[in-house]
C-alpha cells in the first residue's frame, strides 16, 4: 500500500485520484476530531470539508520527511478550535458511546447490575458535559488522548508543542475533568468514587 507522505506527493504534483485516496483514508478520523470539538454534526460536516480543502491548498507546506497524520489532525484541530472561538459560547456535545472508553474495563465484570450500568451510562454523560467546560486546548487534548488514541508524542507533534507541554495538560484536563464531573455526581446525591484514569 502506498505510503500517506507519497500520496501526498502525488498530490502536489497534481495526482487528483492520489488526494481523493488521502481524502478516503482519513475523512473518518479527521470528521471524529472535528465532531467531537464542536459537536455539532452538520457544522462538523462543513468543517471537515474546508478542512480537505486546507489541507488541499497547503499540501506545499507538508514536509514529507514527517507523518502526515499528525499534520493533517493539527489542521482539524486548529479548524475546530477557530470555529468554538467564533461562536464565543460553549455547545453541548452529544451523547455516543465513543467516550468513557477508558472507564469501560472498570465495569466489564458488573454489567449484569443495572444500577452500574446506569451510573456508567450517567458517567459518561457527565464527562461529555464536563469537556464543554473545558478550555478549547485542553479540549482538544482530551479528544486526541482518549476518543483518537494518540499517545503524548503523537499529540505534540499535532498541535505543535513539546511532549512535556502535552503532559502536563493531559494532566491538568484530567484533573479537571474529574473535579467537574465529581461535583456534578455529588450533586445528585450518588455515592460514587471515579475509577483511575489511564
Not at 470539538?37 to 507538508?62: H, R, S
Not at 502526515?68 to 477557530?82: E, G, V
Not at 467516550?99 to 472498570?106: F, I, N
Request: no cysteine; glycine share 4%.
Amino acid at each position: 500500500m502506498i505510503s500517506d507522505e507519497s500520496l501526498a506527493l502525488q498530490s502536489l504534483g497534481g495526482d487528483i485520484s492520489a488526494f481523493e485516496e488521502l481524502v478516503n483514508r482519513y475523512k473518518k478520523p479527521v470528521f471524529s476530531i472535528v465532531y467531537r470539538m464542536i459537536g455539532q454534526y452538520q457544522e462538523a460536516e462543513d468543517i471537515t470539508q474546508d478542512v480537505f480543502v486546507n489541507v488541499y491548498q497547503k499540501l506545499y507546506q507538508f514536509d514529507s520527511n514527517k507523518k502526515f497524520a499528525p499534520w493533517i489532525y493539527r489542521i482539524a484541530t486548529n479548524a475546530s478550535i477557530s470555529a468554538l472561538r467564533k461562536k464565543k459560547k460553549v455547545v453541548t456535545l452529544d451523547f455516543d458511546e465513543a467516550y468513557g472508553k477508558a472507564y469501560e474495563d472498570y465495569y466489564t465484570a458488573h454489567t449484569g447490575d443495572p444500577q452500574l450500568v446506569f451510573e456508567r451510562e450517567e458517567l459518561k454523560h457527565f464527562i461529555f458535559e464536563a469537556i464543554n467546560e473545558l478550555p478549547e486546548s485542553y479540549r482538544a487534548v482530551v479528544i486526541l488522548r482518549y476518543q483518537m488514541d494518540l499517545n503524548n508524542q503523537e499529540i505534540a507533534e499535532v498541535l505543535g508543542v513539546s511532549k512535556e507541554n502535552i503532559e502536563v495538560k493531559v494532566h491538568r484536563a484530567r484533573k479537571a475533568l474529574r473535579k467537574i464531573v465529581e461535583k456534578r455526581w455529588n450533586e445528585r446525591g450518588l455515592e460514587y468514587e471515579l475509577p483511575a484514569s489511564r
